[in-house]
């Protein structure tokens, strides 16, 4: 077996193993939106209680993405994965026999420390691993599994639901996380990391210095800025575009189920097709052009929603648009900074893009009884173009960059070549004026 055929197998073997971890972390967390609901009755959950068990999981995740990507840092991040899948198996199990509310929360909130854990790692450690222009084509087969698992989840949920509950479909989503714990054991890279071998204290201490650095990174911050407002902007939409679902269009959830199927097919395509021709763009490019294509959608399309086949094209469009950037955004954060503190910038940006979502969710809710669809696809709009802007910026500040660097260096080639010049001829005894 030649080397690039060995590097092409353990490719394989790495982003076909994250895609079934990246599947079912997304399936169960899509699942709950649903099937918690449907708890309500069953369990005899009050208003409050039925907020909290759906609240539980996506805030017990903020929290576990901002300390496990230091935690990845310092111990390895297949290490930290396989933790994190230990950890949702061993949480969604018991959700089998939670028949009251107080056992079920504990549950939830576990289930959510493990999604969190799961959410950033499989990009970074293959970042770890393979080559740079590889990595954007094999982050994007591995979100394959996100997509299909964040699409998938309530269609299938609705259909598991017809013979069963929410709880025992939770157990059976954990025994398949259980199950991935070997394959991930044997299958994935384990690179070496530095910090193995230090001492904690050393180890905090030197850490702690170089977080400084990243925090007064520009373009990290530039990058987490653009996270935080695309989310924003993201979270906004799919609020109140459910809410216009339910209320406006009176649509009953077994008839949205077609319209995740087709954006997540779309996503699908995105990922395996459309995203390994784009790999030798800049990855600031693609992440512009496909806000820019969002923005474009938010503001001239949903006046059109006038039917279900509209509004299931639309939606596939945004959800499309959308995947186009999210492995150029992983590049980009993996890659642009200390290689030690990929976990921390991995952790930074998750929580700017939760701390997005959390206040999308309140615009949203806010908005949709004040303002019409349309008007508030327009502030999406805006704001995505926003943040296209900010990396459009970054992209000209690059190529400005790249062109005055061969002057620079033409400039300390004739430098270096008149001191040559003068260290010559002052050795050969003439005089040399200062």
């Known amino acids: 077996m030649t080397a690039i ?10 982003w076909k193993t994250l895609f079934f971890v990246s599947l079912v972390n997304s399936a169960q967390a899509a699942l709950a939106v649903i099937g918690i609901p449907s708890l309500a009755d069953q369990l005899s959950l009050s208003g409050p209680q039925l907020t909290s068990l759906l609240a539980a999981l996506p805030i017990a995740a903020g929290v ?10 310092r ?36 289930t959510g420390f493990a999604t969190g854990i799961l959410m950033g790692l499989p990009s970074t450690l293959l970042s770890d691993t393979f080559r740079k222009d590889r990595q954007q084509a094999l982050s994007g087969k591995t979100l394959c599994g996100y997509a299909i698992g964040q699409t998938v989840g309530i269609p299938l949920g609705i259909w598991l639901m017809d013979w069963t509950n929410f709880l025992w479909v939770c157990a059976l989503y954990g025994a398949f996380a259980l199950a991935c714990i070997p394959f991930a054991y044997r299958l994935l890279p384990n690179p070496t990391h530095p910090n193995h071998n230090k001492s904690a204290a050393k180890w905090i201490a030197n850490y702690a210095r170089r977080s400084c650095e990243t925090f007064k990174d520009k373009d990290f911050n530039l990058i987490a800025a653009a996270s935080f407002l695309s989310f924003t902007a993201l979270s906004t939409f799919y609020v109140s575009f459910a809410l216009w679902l339910f209320s406006t269009a009176a649509l009953r959830p077994s008839e949205i189920a077609p319209m995740y199927l087709a954006g997540g097919l779309l996503q699908v395509l995105v990922f395996t097709a ?20 969002n923005t474009l959608i938010f503001s001239s399309v949903y006046p059109g929603l006038t039917s279900l086949n509209a509004a299931t094209l639309f939606f596939a ?107 010559k001829w002052g050795s050969s005894g003439t005089h040399v004026a200062n």
């Open 5 to 14: 055929e060995k590097e092409r197998l353990n490719e394989a073997r790495a």
């Open 75 to 110: 111990f390895g991040r297949k290490r930290t994965l396989l933790t994190g899948l230990a950890l949702l198996g061993s949480s969604l199990i018991p959700h089998s026999i939670a028949e009251h509310y107080i056992p079920l929360l504990l549950l939830r909130v576990a």
């Open 274 to 293: 459309i995203l390994q021709r784009l790999t030798k763009l800049r990855p600031q490019l693609t992440i512009a052009l496909s806000l820019i294509l």
């Open 64 to 73: 576990a993405a901002a300390v496990a990507g230091p935690l990845s840092d």
């Open 317 to 423: 469009l945004t959800l499309g648009a959308v995947s186009l950037r999210i492995p150029g955004l992983q590049y980009l954060i993996n890659n642009r900074g200390d290689p030690l503190q990929k976990g921390l910038r991995v952790s930074l940006n998750q929580t700017s893009s939760h701390l997005g979502k959390a206040l999308g969710s309140i615009l949203g809710g806010s908005l949709f009884p004040i303002m019409g669809m349309h008007q508030i696809a327009l502030f999406c709009g805006v704001l995505t173009l926003a943040c296209s802007l900010l990396f459009l910026r970054d992209l000209f500040s690059e190529l400005n960059a790249e062109q005055i660097k061969p002057k620079r260096l033409r400039n300390r080639r004739g430098e270096n070549f008149n001191i040559q010049k003068i260290e």
